[in-house]
């Protein structure tokens, strides 16, 4: 089975940066599209970015230009650099392999981490 560990969100002033990790473990990981996700208060979970190889990845329109998404095979870790960070981005952020359309695969979720930014 999949495993899924996300860790490094945490409290940041808009305009700063975070960088998320999710350790992916259970499978080959390299075989596995991956996304992010994330999850506000009150609203339903949406993608954030989605990672095929470095060739092959996208993005939601609201934080095209601001994040990046990129793996690691050899450590099995998922990332997702954030920059010029907004209030809007706050939500609980979760990895999860990538299906068609790059939507989330498996009905399991890890505890994600949450990302806050105040203004």
């Known amino acids: 089975q999949v495993q899924l560990v996300e860790s490094g969100g945490g409290l940041v002033q808009a305009g700063g940066s975070l960088r998320l990790a999710c350790v992916v473990s259970?499978?080959?990981?390299?075989?596995?599209?991956l996304g992010w996700y994330r999850q506000a208060p009150g609203k339903q979970r949406e993608l954030v970015a989605g990672?095929?190889?470095?060739?092959?990845?996208y993005y939601a329109d609201v934080v095209k230009g601001r994040f990046t998404i990129s793996r690691d095979n050899a450590k099995n870790t998922l990332y997702l650099q954030m920059n010029s960070l907004k209030p809007e981005d706050t939500a609980v952020y979760y990895c999860?392999?990538?299906?068609?359309?790059?939507?989330?695969?498996?009905?399991?979720w890890g505890q994600g981490t949450q990302v806050t930014v105040s203004s």
């Open positions: 259970g499978t080959i990981f390299s075989a596995y599209p």
């Open positions: 999860n392999v990538a299906g068609a359309g790059w939507a989330p695969r498996y009905d399991y």
């Open positions: 990672i095929r190889s470095a060739a092959v990845t």
